[in-house]
C-alpha cells in the first residue's frame, strides 16, 4: 500500500486497504488524528512487558529529530515493515506525516517482497529482516536497523555496501531512537551519537541515564551499561542485568558471546545460574539438538581462548527452540 503524505493528510483521502497489516496501519493513522497520548508496549525481552504513555508532541519532537539528521525532504520514500502495535513502526508512519514522505507498506514478517517497491529512500528494519532480504537491501538507499543485535558476520558483510547502514540506540521509553551509529561506509564508527537537546549521564555503575524534556523525559535510568566518551558519544557495553557475578567475578555475557560468534553457527546466549559456590556461573545455551560428545569437546576447546578465563561456560545447554520477541530479540531464560 502507498500512503502519499505529500499529497494529503486526512484518512479519508487514504485508498482502501489491502491487507490486515495495512488496516492496522490506517487504524493508527486515525487515532493520530483523533487523540493527543498513545500507549505503547514495551517488547518484554529484559523484563515484564509493561505500558508506557507517550504524547502525540514527543512523537513529533522525535520525528522531527530523525528527519533533521538523514535530511528528509517532501516527497521521499520511506518504507514501513514493522508492526504498527510498537514503537518502531508507529514512529515509521508519524516520520512519514511530518515530513510528508510517499510511505510504503508490507507486512511485517522476515521475508519481505522489495522487488515490488520503487527505489526506497529510507527504510528501519529489524536485523532478521536485514539478514533475510540482504540480496535486494541495495534498493533502499538509507537502512536503520534496530529492535535487536546486529550479527558480526553481517556487520563484516555490509562493510562495503551501497546503502548506508545505521543502528539505532533506543527503547520504547525514549519514542525510539535518541542516538545512531553507522556500520559502514568511510566513517563507520563503533561508538554511537547522541541526537540534538539529549543529554546523557551515568550512574555509579555506568548505567546510561538519559534527560530529554522535549521527549517527555526528565531523567530515565537505564539498565545499559556504557563508556561516556564525551557529550554526544558513547559506546555501548552490554546490559547491566546481563552481567554475571561468578565468585566475585563481574562477568559481561555480551562481551563473552562476541568471542563465541566465530564457533558456534546456532542462535545461542550465555546467561548466569544459581551455584552454591560461586553464587553464580556461567552456562551456554544453544539452539539447536543436543551434538555429539566429540563436538562438544571440540567446542570447549575453544573456551581456553576466552578472556578472562574464569568466564569460561560451565555448562553447555542445548533447547530446540528459544523464545524470542517481535523484533528478534532472543528472551534469554535459564
Known amino acids: 500500500m502507498l500512503l502519499d503524505f505529500s499529497q494529503y493528510a486526512h484518512p479519508e483521502d487514504i485508498v482502501n486497504s489491502t491487507n490486515e497489516f495495512d488496516e492496522k ?25 509493561k505500558s508506557i504513555v507517550h504524547t502525540k508532541e514527543a512523537m513529533v519532537n522525535s520525528a522531527k529529530l530523525t528527519g533533521v539528521f538523514f535530511q528528509f525532504q517532501k ?11 510498537k514503537i518502531a513502526g508507529m514512529m515509521m508512519v508519524v516520520r512519514a506525516i511530518v ?14 517482497d522489495l522487488n515490488s517497491l520503487p527505489k526506497i529512500t529510507f527504510g528501519a528494519l529489524i536485523p532478521p529482516q536485514a539478514i533475510e532480504n540482504f540480496e ?29 547502514f545505521y543502528l539505532s540506540y533506543g527503547m520504547t521509553e525514549t519514542v525510539s531512537h535518541i542516538a545512531l551509529r553507522k556500520l559502514n561506509g568511510y566513517d563507520a564508527s563503533s561508538s554511537f551519537n547522541v541526537m540534538k537537546n539529549i543529554t546523557l549521564s ?18 530515565l535510568k537505564t539498565n545499559d551499561v556504557i563508556k561516556l566518551y564525551s557529550n554526544n558519544t558513547f559506546e555501548f557495553v552490554g546490559r547491566y542485568d546481563n552481567i554475571i557475578n561468578s565468585g566475585g567475578l563481574k562477568i559481561n555475557t555480551e562481551d563473552i558471546e562476541k568471542q563465541l ?53 560451565r555448562d553447555i545447554v542445548f533447547k530446540e527452540n528459544f523464545s524470542y520477541t517481535s523484533t528478534g530479540k532472543i528472551i534469554r531464560k535459564i
Open 25 to 49: 496501519v490506517l487504524l493508527f493513522i486515525r487515532k493520530w488524528h483523533s487523540q493527543k497520548k498513545f500507549t505503547v508496549h514495551t517488547s518484554g525481552s529484559t523484563s515484564t512487558p
Open 202 to 219: 551515568t550512574d555509579e555503575e555506568s548505567r546510561l541515564c538519559i534527560s530529554a524534556p522535549h521527549l517527555g523525559i526528565d531523567l
Open 261 to 313: 560468534y566465530p564457533y558456534i553457527s546456532k542462535p545461542f546466549y550465555i546467561k548466569g545460574a544459581p551455584d552454591s559456590k560461586l553464587g553464580e556461573r556461567v552456562v551456554l545455551f544453544i539452539e539447536d539438538k543436543i551434538w555429539n560428545k566429540k563436538k562438544i569437546e571440540k567446542l570447549k576447546e575453544k573456551f581456553r581462548n576466552l578472556k578472562p578465563k574464569q568466564s569460561a561456560p
Open 136 to 164: 535486494h537491501l541495495d534498493r533502499i538507499k538509507t537502512i536503520l536497523l534496530g529492535g535487536a543485535g546486529v550479527p558480526e558476520h553481517f556487520q563484516e558483510k555490509i562493510k562495503n555496501h551501497p546503502s548506508k
Open 99 to 112: 515530513w510528508k514522505l510517499k510511505l510504503y507498506t508490507l507486512p511485517p514478517k522476515f521475508k519481505l
Open 75 to 85: 516527497g521521499n520514500t520511506a518504507l514501513l515493515c514493522l508492526p504498527v502495535t
